[in-house]
């Protein structure tokens, strides 16, 4: 039986077969990805741009620009950074572009 992070305990490796054990298991026990005082962008797979094949990057308006995504329910909120400034952050709680990831 595959752990949460699809390392396999019989064989300690990352395979496939252990990683896709593993999404099941979340897909069955993590329902309701909307937890006290998180963002729905903490389960959304845009959350972290990437790269696809063609070298393009890939994520939503708010992780690849730092705009805010049109058509989400957020409220805006803004906290200290600990080296100076303002950091402008959202509290998503519905999105047109989510993805769960």
Same mark, same amino acid.
């Given at each position: +039986? ?9 064989? #300690?490796?990352?395979? @496939? =077969? ?5 999404? *099941? ?9 909307? +937890? ?9 797979? #845009?959350?972290?741009? @990437? =790269? ?5 990057? *890939? ?20 906290? #200290? ?21």
């Amino acid at each position: +039986m595959a752990e949460l992070f699809g390392r396999c305990k019989d064989c #300690k490796q990352h395979c @496939k =077969k252990c990683d896709d054990i593993a999404k *099941e298991y979340a897909r069955k026990h993590i329902n309701n990805c909307k +937890m006290v005082n998180t963002s729905l962008c903490w389960c959304c797979a #845009k959350a972290v741009p @990437k =790269k696809n094949s063609r070298g393009e990057i *890939e994520g939503c308006s708010w992780s690849v620009y730092n705009h805010p995504v049109p058509g989400w329910d957020a409220d805006k909120g803004k906290f #200290k950074h600990e080296y100076g400034g303002d950091v402008v952050t959202y509290m998503v709680h519905d999105c047109p572009e989510f993805e769960r990831g």
